[in-house]
């Protein structure tokens, strides 16, 4: 007998309706990185499986999916990380030019002891063996799916009300150390979860005086590069 003729399963291509549209598009443009804003109130357990769904649905380079998720609830364990912080803030200012280091030390850049949850998102770089499809002439490629997922998760945060703020400002051995992650697996991003009850209307960085949002007309090109005039 014949096997049965397998057909893919599709979905229709049709655009969103208007409504559907929209809420895209809120969602996009209303997004915001979160530093103080945060509610103590704990996220339920089925919202943040909501986020984290949203972002293990995002795209990877051979689908390799090379994200894991640590969720980090502990007031102990974010405490050390906040002092993590601490540490690498004071190193960061000293960076900055004289006349622009006040203004950075005046700047809120986390709310690891506010927001209730943190996500440590990480990558590891052996999820789909030595050589991944599409990742085979730039090494970088899984760290980039990766910040994919990162991006859906920060986006499906904010349709449900909760805000999400990215943490870099870390040495990274000690968030190794303060989570127990292995040498070989990426550390991509320290987040920051909690309900909201407003957001900025603009970037805190903008509103704030630090940099401005840049006109998008500058940054297109075409049909190659074209240096600043
Ligand atoms: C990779 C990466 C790393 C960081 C950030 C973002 C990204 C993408 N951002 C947030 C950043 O400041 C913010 O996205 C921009 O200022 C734009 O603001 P909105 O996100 O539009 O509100 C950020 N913010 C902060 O307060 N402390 C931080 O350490 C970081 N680190």
């Known amino acids: 007998m014949r096997p049965e003729p397998v057909f893919p399963a599709l979905q229709p291509a049709a655009p969103f309706d208007r409504c559907e549209r929209a809420a895209v598009y809120k969602a996009i443009e209303t997004r915001r990185d979160v530093r103080d804003q945060f509610r103590p109130d704990p996220l339920p357990d089925d919202l943040v499986m909501?986020?984290?769904?949203?972002?293990?649905?995002?795209?990877?380079?051979g689908f390799m999916q090379p994200w894991n998720f640590i969720l980090v609830r502990s007031p102990t364990v974010r405490e050390r990380a906040w002092q993590a912080f601490s540490r690498a803030n004071e190193d960061a200012a000293a960076l900055f030019p004289p006349e622009r280091r006040d203004l950075y030390r005046s700047l809120k850049l986390e709310g690891i002891r506010k927001a209730p949850l943190s996500i440590c998102v990480t990558c590891d770089?052996?999820?789909?063996?030595?050589?991944?499809?599409?990742?085979?002439?730039?090494?970088?490629?899984?760290?980039?799916?990766?910040?994919?997922?990162?991006?859906?998760?920060?986006?499906?945060?904010r349709a449900e009300g909760v805000g999400v703020g990215w943490v870099s400002i870390f040495e990274e051995t000690d968030v190794r150390a303060i989570l127990g992650i292995p040498e070989r697996i990426e550390i991509v991003a320290w987040l920051c979860l909690g309900y909201v009850d407003e957001l900025y209307c603009d970037?805190?960085?903008?509103v704030k005086g630090w940099r401005q949002r840049l006109p998008l007309e500058d940054l297109i090109f075409e049909d190659g590069w074209r240096d600043n005039p």
Do not use: F, I
């Not at 052996?126 to 085979?136: E, H, I, M």
């Open 50 to 61: 909501r986020l984290l769904r949203a972002a293990h649905a995002a795209p990877s380079v």
């Open 125 to 157: 770089p052996d999820r789909a063996g030595p050589v991944v499809l599409g990742r085979t002439h730039n090494p970088r490629m899984d760290v980039y799916s990766t910040v994919c997922a990162v991006q859906n998760l920060w986006l499906a945060a």
């Open 203 to 206: 970037p805190e960085l903008a």
